[in-house]
């Protein structure tokens, strides 16, 4: 079974400051897409950035980046520059395309931001 | 606005009630989803459906019930509610062509059994 692990049920981070969150992942397939979404106080699910398991350059979308260490099964999400708006849970996701593509998540991280 | 559509957004049952959580998407999605999110923690999928007529068991099925009959509509069904299943329940779809792509999210369920 696929299984997600995220490790820090908390972190936090100054304003303005860079904060990475961990994510390890256990899987048998070899074509797989790893995500990280964000849950703010309002519950709302949110796409933050994914990742396609084929493809070596790591994932970027804006101040957000992810360095994926394949051989490893690690998946961490870097918040750069963090903001106020950024404090929300973050989940990290796995999905194969088998057993009706569904999405694995992990626990995930309850991230503060300190102004 | 096109999406996936949750209701009721809160509710409150007695144990041993039944109720129905109806989900509804217009974006012609082949795969359906729901999943529920106790409190502090991730999401854990109840049941999932690739297409009309066609549902699966997901990883929490027990108490729980699916049906499928048109590509817009997947409603959860709860019977005999217990408190254990006092959760937040959510409800995704994806358009299947792709896996690559993330789920499309309803804004959720409160549901609170007592």
């Known amino acids: 079974a696929q299984t997600v692990t995220q490790s820090q049920p908390e972190m936090s981070v100054q304003e303005a400051e860079t904060v990475t969150l961990s994510c390890t992942y256990d899987?048998?397939?070899?074509?797989?897409?790893l995500f990280w979404y964000k849950q703010p106080p309002s519950r709302q699910m949110i796409l933050v950035i994914r990742?396609?398991?084929?493809?070596?350059q790591n994932a970027t979308e804006n101040r957000f980046s992810v360095n994926f260490q394949k051989a490893a099964k690690s998946f961490s999400l870097k918040i750069s520059d963090s903001q106020l708006g950024d404090a929300a849970m973050y989940f990290c996701a796995y999905r194969v395309e088998t057993s009706g593509s569904r999405l694995t998540f992990g626990e995930g991280t309850q991230l503060t931001v300190n102004p | 606005n096109a999406g996936v559509t949750q209701t009721p957004k809160f509710r409150i049952l007695k144990i041993g009630q039944s109720m129905t959580l109806q989900c509804a998407q217009d974006m012609n999605h082949n795969y359906m989803y729901w999943y529920r999110q106790d409190p502090g923690m991730g999401l854990k999928l109840i049941y999932y459906?690739?297409?009309?007529?066609?549902?699966d068991k997901g990883e929490v099925p027990n108490g729980y019930n699916v049906s499928r009959s048109t590509t817009e509509d997947f409603p959860l069904r709860l019977e005999l509610a217990a408190p254990s299943q006092t959760s937040v329940y959510f409800c995704?779809?994806?358009?299947?062509?792709?896996f690559g792509y993330g789920y499309t999210f309803g804004s959720g369920t409160r549901l609170t059994v007592v």
């Open positions: 459906s690739v297409g009309a007529g066609i549902t």
């Open positions: 995704a779809s994806s358009s299947g062509q792709g």
């Open positions: 990742q396609e398991a084929y493809k070596q």
């Open positions: 899987t048998s397939e070899s074509d797989y897409y």
